[in-house]
Nanobody
Framework: QVQLVESGGGLVQAGGSLRLSCAAS????????MGWYRQAPGKQRELVAR???????SYADSVKGRFAIARGNAKNTVDLQMNSLKPEDTAVYYC????????WGKGTLVTVSS
């Protein structure tokens, strides 16, 4: 089993920055696919960014050039650097990992005020 814990959400003004972090724990060796999804009120959960070992990174069009996903310094961690934040980025952000199945964190709220 894999447990994912997110941190780093909060309130920020438009144009500001936030950094989200996610740490995986459990009986795991190395997780090849980790990413971030978000869900805004009344909307479906959507992929924000994903990092895959050996393949690289992918981003939603809406965040390209503003967000950057990277592996953290510790094993099985992933960070999401969010710059130039917009009010439409307001959502609950979920860490995701694929390790023989889908695993999700509980989510962290990001609120961007105009």
């Amino acid at each position: 089993q894999v447990q994912l814990v997110e941190s780093g959400g909060g309130l920020v003004q438009a144009g500001g920055s936030l950094r989200l972090s996610c740490a995986a724990s459990g009986s795991i060796f190395s997780i090849n696919v980790m990413g971030w999804y978000r869900q805004a009120p009344g909307k479906q959960r959507e992929l924000v960014a994903r990092i895959t070992s050996g393949t690289g990174t992918s981003y939603a069009d809406s965040v390209k050039g503003r967000f950057a996903i990277a592996r953290g310094n510790a094993k099985n961690t992933v960070d999401l650097q969010m710059n130039s934040l917009k009010p439409e980025d307001t959502a609950v952000y979920y860490c995701h990992a694929w390790y023989g199945g889908d695993y999700w964190g509980k989510g962290t709220l990001v609120t961007v005020s105009s």
